[in-house]
């Protein structure tokens, strides 16, 4: 059986869905659990969202969790400001790896 990486044209990426909700989380689900079986660093695009639910954080929460268990870099990459609000306002900005505006100030 082919590894997936070794697939022609095969999409690796991780991108959040404008409007992050229970329905299109189990899609993410896989996809990350696809991601975490491959070596190299996890990176998910929030460029594009809008709303993010629970469903959505909590997995990327496990995602992250589960990358730093296995040694594996999980990267958020170009977070829009909805999504980083909604991070920060949940209080999950360092579960989810989430750098604060302190933090890249500094």
């Known amino acids: 059986m082919q590894h997936p ?9 991780l991108r959040l869905p404008v409007h ?5 989380a189990e899609d ?12 190299g660093e996890m990176i998910v695009d929030a460029s ?9 954080l909590q997995l990327l929460v496990a995602a992250r969790a589960e990358a730093d268990s296995a040694g ?8 829009s400001p909805a999504f980083v609000a909604r991070v920060a306002a949940c209080r999950l900005s360092d579960a989810i790896g989430l ?7 500094q």
Not at 48 to 56: I, K, P, R, T
Not at 72 to 79: G, K, T, Y
Not at 99 to 105: D, G, K, Q
């Open 99 to 105: 750098a604060t505006e302190e933090e890249t100030v």
């Open 48 to 56: 594009e969202v809008e709303s993010v639910g629970q469903a959505v």
């Open 28 to 39: 993410l689900r896989v996809r990350l659990v696809l991601a975490s079986d491959l070596d």
């Open 20 to 24: 992050g909700s229970t329905t299109t």
């Open 72 to 79: 594996q870099s999980f990267i958020i990459s170009n977070p």
């Open 5 to 13: 990486s070794d697939l022609p044209g095969e999409d690796r990426s």
